[in-house]
């Protein structure tokens, strides 16, 4: 009989282990999982406010206030039809534009920029 009780605690402690082990596992995978996130997708449109060509910061005034949004190292910029730089950006103030950018935590980072073409060189075509 004592073999038989010694051998339950035994296996009593070992499933206790293994539990503990294995809520360990799951709590860094969970870990892991959150820390390496892929960035949120997401989309702005507002008038431009500015461009400060610095820090590579533009600012949109949107319905939700002014939002900032850095330049991501391989952003595409458009005006209309129009391949345009980051030089360009600064001239555009009050021009209607729509930012696609990513999310990572408070970071918003700038993979596209379509500027609206000004209303008068829409009337040209």
Aim: proline share 2%; aromatic share 4%.
């Amino acid at each position: 009989m004592r073999k038989v009780v010694m051998a339950f605690g035994i296996a009593t402690l070992v499933a206790a282990l293994g539990g503990v082990g294995y809520a360990q596992t799951t709590k860094s995978a969970k870990a892991s999982k959150s820390s390496t996130a892929a960035p949120k997708a997401a989309s702005a449109t507002g008038k431009i406010v500015s461009f400060d060509d610095a820090s590579k910061t533009l600012t949109l005034s949107t319905s939700k206030g002014e939002e900032k949004f850095v330049l991501g190292s391989n952003v595409k910029l458009n005006e209309g039809a129009k391949t345009i730089t980051t030089a360009n950006l600064s001239s555009l103030t009050g021009q209607q534009a729509k930012v696609h950018y990513t999310v990572s935590g408070s970071d918003k980072t700038a993979e596209s920029v379509m500027v609206s073409e000004p209303a008068h060189a829409a009337k040209k075509k």
